[in-house]
């Protein structure tokens, strides 16, 4: 129907991996389904609820799932498995499911229309399969790192939606596996080029490329820093944070030609690590500083 938000898709896909048949879920996009809000500084696109047609997660919908043997990938890897990776990926089935039925305490049914939980499924068991793709040609270390992105996201939505704890505690695991894949990506280029991953997102609405694949990793580097104990550690990570945004803003051309959104969130971000960074210097010296005075003798 037009009025629905989603629709199945007339022609099958076959499952490279099982070979059952199975039709793929899209997303309609006209009519005013979509009322974009504002960009976090995550650069995740927020969506306002509409009277028609409520509330509309896109991130629910990008990666193909089988059914039946749960491979998963996005829709543009699902088809192009390479054949030595079959077996392996239909080896490591029940580890799959175990998965999700130790997350979500059951399996999603992926015939059905999708939701938080199936959407947030959807990219586990992609982290689980892209591994086995070629890492030149796929870029499987970046896409984890968008995928665990995009979980953390989702499981902080499922926090909101059903107030279980456990929803808080799996998106907080995701953004420090995120910021660790985003890491990885960055520091191996040499071994594994990025341009595999056909968008670097992170969401699924507009494509920031390289510049906000660098920002993104910053912005990761930022947030879980602060969960580090360790002050020369955190200290260590704040500088390099600050290393890594300010290639982002950079000066002159280079820098009239990024998108302004992405420039004004990397200096903003810059001047509270600019703070932060002195403030924990300045902690960091009186500790240092801070020796034991020698007691006053008897009488004096």
Same mark, same amino acid.
């Given at each position: 129907? !037009?009025? +629905?938000?989603?629709?199945?898709?007339?022609?099958?896909?076959?499952? !490279?991996?099982?070979?059952?048949?199975?039709?793929? *879920? +899209? $997303?309609? $996009?006209?009519?005013?389904? $979509?009322?974009?809000? +504002?960009?976090?500084? +995550?650069?995740?696109? &927020?969506?306002? !609820?509409?009277?028609?047609?409520?509330?509309?997660n896109p991130l629910i919908y990008p990666i193909t799932v089988c059914y039946s043997c749960l491979y998963a990938a996005d829709d543009f890897d699902f088809l192009s498995l390479p054949q030595k990776a079959v077996e392996s990926i239909k080896v490591y089935h029940d580890i799959r499911a175990q998965y999700l039925i130790k997350i979500f305490e059951r399996i999603p049914d992926f015939q059905e229309k999708r939701d938080l939980f199936s959407g947030?499924?959807?990219?586990? #068991?992609?982290?689980?399969?892209?591994?086995?793709?070629?890492?030149?040609?796929?870029?499987? &270390?970046?896409?984890?790192?968008?995928?665990?992105?995009r979980s953390a996201w989702l499981f902080s939505d499922l926090f909101l939606e059903t107030k279980d704890p456990k929803y808080q505690e799996l998106s907080l695991l995701f953004y420090k596996k995120a910021a660790e894949f985003y890491d990885t990506a960055l520091n191996n280029q040499n071994k594994e080029p990025i341009d595999g991953a056909k968008s670097l997102g992170p969401d699924t609405d507009k494509n920031f490329g390289y510049d906000g694949m660098l920002y993104v990793a910053a912005v990761l580097q930022y947030k879980?820093?602060?969960?580090? *104990?360790? !002050?020369? *550690?955190? $200290?260590? #990570?704040?500088?390099? &944070?600050?290393?890594?945004?300010?290639?982002?803003f950079g000066m002159g051309r280079k820098a009239k030609d990024k998108p302004e959104v992405l420039l004004n969130f990397s200096r903003e971000i810059y001047d509270k690590l600019g703070e932060e960074t002195e403030s924990l210097q300045v902690s960091l010296n009186q500790i240092e500083g801070n020796t034991p005075e020698t007691p006053p003798e008897e009488g004096e």
């Open positions: 129907m !037009p009025d +629905e938000v989603t629709y199945f898709a007339k022609d099958d896909i076959i499952c !490279p991996v099982c070979g059952i048949a199975f039709k793929r *879920e +899209e $997303l309609r $996009l006209g009519g005013g389904r $979509l009322n974009a809000g +504002e960009l976090t500084n +995550e650069l995740r696109r &927020t969506y306002i !609820p509409t009277q028609k047609y409520g509330a509309i947030a499924a959807s990219y586990i #068991l992609a982290m689980s399969c892209i591994p086995f793709f070629d890492r030149k040609r796929f870029s499987p &270390t970046m896409k984890i790192g968008i995928y665990s992105l879980t820093a602060h969960f580090v *104990e360790d !002050p020369y *550690e955190k $200290l260590r #990570l704040f500088e390099e &944070t600050k290393r890594i945004l300010s290639k982002v």
